[in-house]
């Protein structure tokens, strides 16, 4: 149906070197090959999980915006937006919470390292987890089936969160679809040739780690101190580097240079030249790369009210996606516009309560009954009459306890017999003997449907 890429970035930090070549670059490049249908947002509702601090948020949503558009993305040729400046991804998220089964959003890592962390530090497993956390993968579907993206790119620690909103979104569609996918079916799209850089320290360049290089933050100095304090071994300049290919500062210099100009990086180490000596071509390079942005990105930080016109130019484009489609979600659940004669319960209903199950009720005459319901409605079986509704209970429980149920039913038309209590199970219709076998089958498979479920 569409080839859509849609992409979000959580504003809760400075962009970093890592941010950059890992998300920021591959994404403006795509968007300016050819006919791309391209979303990028910021995320600024996930942000909220993670960061307490109105200053740092508004801050952060201020810089990572200036820091797309510097890095060359052009907002007229992309839908480019703020998360939180569309009201309908919010209220599909509620939407598809309530069709979420809460065991799938267990398994997700972010929440399970929190509930980790905190058994390992002898706390209570849910200390300092909020719902936002727990539900994250929620709202990150509705940001995805929202505009029915089908490529998302995102870094591995991601792939989990696109695999729960396929989910998600199946489960909607089992439920309201009515027989079709409502959704696109989205993809996790992991770029392998996107190097992962290594921070100051030698990890992973990340923020939690506090070893980022800062892209545009703190100017050419700041560029030039950071690199000053990558760390390297203790070779004097004039030894050779013969692992010059795995040494940081090459992996640094390779996400940035044409593979010759790295090669001749790597030869030079290799060759015995000295860190400091690569540190400075290092950073030539890097200046030759940033500097032009890193002046754009300056004027724009300088121009917030333009950022803000960009942005709100985005989401009325998001928008006129948005809120049609999510009319036809709100029909398809029953919140559709204005009141509607009444109509009989859908399919969606009986879906909803797919499993046989027993129904007690109570007869005029004050005795108690029960019922066994299929799958999808049918009355399998009608019990005889009990004084009272414990009574009731306790033959439902006997049933329900039974192991081999087809042991435990005696099918002699014209009625059901539970084994060991003879008038007890009735069904209501079954009168030839072999509508009686076929009454106990029905019967006998609901109970193992029944029984596979606890
Ligand atoms: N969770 C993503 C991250 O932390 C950001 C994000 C939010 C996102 N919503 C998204 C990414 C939708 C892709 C699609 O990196």
Not at 33 to 43: P, T
Not at 140 to 163: K, S, T, Y
Not at 193 to 209: E, H, I, Q
Not at 304 to 331: M, N, S, V, Y
């Amino acid at each position: 149906m569409t080839s859509r890429i849609l992409t979000g970035i959580t504003t809760s930090g400075t962009p970093h070197l890592g941010n950059y070549v890992g998300a920021i670059r591959p994404a403006v490049q795509a968007s300016q090959r050819g006919n791309l249908d391209a979303f990028y947002f910021m995320a600024d509702f996930h942000a909220l999980i993670k960061c307490g601090d109105p200053a740092r948020l508004q801050r952060s949503r201020l810089e990572i915006a200036a820091t797309w558009l510097a890095a060359g993305l052009d907002p007229a040729r992309v839908t480019f937006y703020r998360q939180s400046d569309i009201p309908e991804i919010p209220e599909l998220s509620w939407i598809l919470t309530c069709v979420t089964p809460k065991g799938l959003m267990n398994r997700a890592h972010a929440y399970k390292a929190s509930v980790d962390q905190n058994l390992a530090s002898q706390e209570d497993p849910d200390a300092g987890i909020t719902m936002g956390l727990f539900s994250y993968p929620v709202l990150m579907a509705a940001d995805i089936l929202m505009f029915n993206a089908l490529h998302v790119p995102v870094g591995r620690d991601q792939i989990q969160h696109i695999e729960m909103a396929r989910d998600i979104a199946q489960r909607f569609s089992h439920l309201y679809g009515n027989g079709k996918e409502r959704f696109v079916l989205p993809e996790a799209l992991v770029d392998e040739s996107v190097a992962t850089l290594p921070g100051l320290d030698g990890r992973k360049m990340s923020k939690s780690y506090n070893n980022t290089i800062p892209l545009f933050e703190g100017g050419a100095k700041a560029l030039k101190d950071a690199i000053g304090r990558i760390v390297t071994d203790s070779r004097a300049p004039g030894e050779p580097k013969t692992d010059a290919a795995q040494s940081h500062l090459y992996i640094l210099f390779r996400s940035f240079a044409s593979e010759q100009a790295s090669d001749t990086f790597k030869a030079d180490l290799i060759a015995g030249m000295g860190w400091g000596d690569a540190k400075k071509v290092l950073l030539d390079l890097l200046e030759t790369d940033i500097a032009p942005m890193r002046e754009r990105y300056e004027s724009l930080i300088a121009r917030p009210d333009d950022i803000e016109d960009i942005l709100q130019d985005g989401a009325r484009k998001a928008r006129r996606i948005a809120t049609p489609f999510l009319a036809e979600i709100r029909e398809a659940i029953g919140l559709g516009k204005g009141m509607k004669p009444a109509a009989k319960e859908g399919k969606a209903a009986k879906k909803a309560a797919k499993a046989p199950r027993f129904v007690s009720f109570r007869e005029q005459d004050g005795s108690f009954k029960f019922r066994l319901l299929s799958a999808d409605g049918k009355t399998l079986l009608t019990s005889a009459a009990f004084a009272d509704a414990q009574a009731a209970g306790q033959m439902i429980a006997r049933i329900r306890a039974c192991a081999a149920p087809d042991q435990c039913l005696v099918a002699s038309a014209p009625q059901l017999n539970w084994m060991d209590e003879g008038r007890i199970a009735a069904s209501a219709e079954a009168v030839s003997e072999e509508q009686a076998q076929q009454a106990r089958q029905a019967i006998v498979d609901a109970l193992r449907a029944l029984n596979a479920q606890s």
